[in-house]
């Protein structure tokens, strides 16, 4: 009986080590059933371009931007790149896509995830991507810089910084600076490309990055094509 209560206290501290990661995943459980739901209906085509991540995507109106593309619209709102990772076999293998999109580390970062520990997370998508789709092309879209999250713009870039590197050493991986497409001559993010809230891009912002991202997806129309 002495060693009982040492047990027990291991025994809690492991429990209360899970509990927030269950939480967050039972978080957005409904969105992910919502996606698997809906393709029981109509399961999306293989090879296609899919767009996953948090709310940058789910504003992405992919039928508009990107006409001549087959596109998959995966992304659900303040979602963090652990969260992606925790969805990938349901949201992104299943689609066997020959293009992925990538946009998080955002949300990661104002919830004080540092700079280091999103490019973990982001290696750790793609290793996960790998073991199922070791040819599928991946596309990392820069965090991009605003107004609301101004004050967290070094620790953000810092985290650009070192997922360049990552993809710069990997094939199939291409760093894709979109970020820039929306900072004025100043060097800072121009309220006319975002929405009112500072935060998340408007029309004219979309089309920005509609342009900048439409030469890296010419592989993906190639491939869709043969």
């Not at 969805?87 to 896509?97: L, N, T």
């Not at 789709?133 to 879209?141: F, K, R, S």
């Not at 998340?200 to 920005?208: E, R, S, V």
């Not at 030469?215 to 190639?222: I, R, W």
Request: proline share 5%; aromatic share 8%.
């Amino acid at each position: 009986m002495r060693n009982a209560r040492p047990l027990l206290a291991i025994l809690c501290a492991l429990c209360c080590t899970a509990l927030p990661a269950l939480a967050e995943e039972n978080r957005w459980e409904s969105s992910i059933k919502s996606f698997e739901e809906r393709d029981r209906e109509s399961m999306p085509p293989e090879g296609a371009v899919l767009f996953v991540g948090s709310s940058s995507i789910v504003l992405w109106n992919l039928e508009e931007s990107f006409p001549d593309l087959a596109t998959i619209n995966r992304g659900f709102g303040g979602s963090t790149t652990a969260d992606v990772n925790g969805f990938v076999d349901r949201i992104v293998i299943p689609y066997k896509p020959a293009t992925i999109v990538f946009y998080a580390g955002d949300n990661d970062i104002a919830k004080g995830t540092t700079a280091e520990e999103v490019s973990e997370d982001f290696q750790t998508f793609v290793e996960k991507v790998r073991l199922a789709l070791p040819d599928t092309d991946i596309l990392y879209i820069s965090i991009k810089p605003s107004i609301a999250r101004w004050n967290l713009w070094d620790e953000m870039n810092k985290a650009n910084g070192l997922i360049e590197a990552y993809c710069a050493e990997h094939e199939n991986l291409t760093y894709v600076d979109l970020g820039k497409t929306i900072l004025g001559e100043d060097g800072k993010p121009r309220a006319d490309l975002l929405m009112q809230d500072g935060l998340h891009l408007n029309k004219d912002g979309y089309a920005k990055w509609n342009e900048a991202l439409r030469p890296y997806l010419a592989d993906a129309k190639k491939k869709e094509e043969r």
